[in-house]
C-alpha cells in the first residue's frame, strides 16, 4: 500500500463554494485514491473536477496529516452550528465554485396553444371535443 495526499472540493459551506480540504489515503494507485476521496464524506460527489489533486507522499507525512486533520473542526462538526461556530477557522480555505455555463439546449420547450386555440373561431368545439384527434387517428 501507498499513501497519498488527496485535495478535494468538499461542501456544506453555502451556495456556489467550496472548501478546498485535504484527505490523507491508503491506496494501490493514484487512480485508487481518488476514487476513495470521491467517497467520502463532505466531497461533492457529482461533480466532474471535485478532485483536485493526488500527490504521492511518506509514511510521516501521512501520519501527521492525519493527526492534523482531527484537529481542524470542518471535519470533525456534526451539525451547521458547530460549524458556524468555528467558521473564522476554515474560511481562509473556502473558495468561490467556479461553474462553467452549459450551451443552451437545442430544443424548444413546447408551450401550451391555449392562445392559439382562443384566437381560432372554432376553440369551443375543438375545447368539447379535446380527445377527437385520439379517435380519428
Known amino acids: 500500500m501507498k499513501y497519498f495526499m488527496v485535495t478535494v472540493k468538499c461542501g456544506h459551506v453555502g451556495k456556489n463554494n467550496y472548501y478546498k480540504g485535504t484527505l490523507f489515503l491508503k491506496a494501490e494507485n493514484g487512480r485508487a485514491a481518488a476514487k476513495q476521496a470521491r467517497e467520502c464524506p463532505r466531497v461533492k460527489h457529482d461533480q466532474k473536477d471535485a478532485i483536485l489533486s493526488v500527490s504521492e507522499i511518506d509514511e510521516m ?45 437545442k ?21 368539447k371535443n379535446r380527445y377527437l384527434d385520439y379517435y380519428i387517428a
Open 61 to 105: 507525512i501521512f501520519e501527521i496529516g492525519r493527526e492534523l486533520n482531527h484537529t481542524i473542526h470542518y471535519y470533525t462538526c456534526e451539525s451547521i452550528q458547530e460549524q458556524r461556530m468555528y467558521f473564522s477557522e476554515i474560511e481562509n480555505n473556502v473558495f468561490v465554485e467556479e461553474r462553467v455555463y452549459e450551451e443552451p439546449k
Open 107 to 127: 430544443y424548444a420547450k413546447k408551450h401550451s396553444l391555449r392562445k392559439i386555440y382562443n384566437m381560432d373561431p372554432n376553440y369551443e368545439f375543438l375545447k
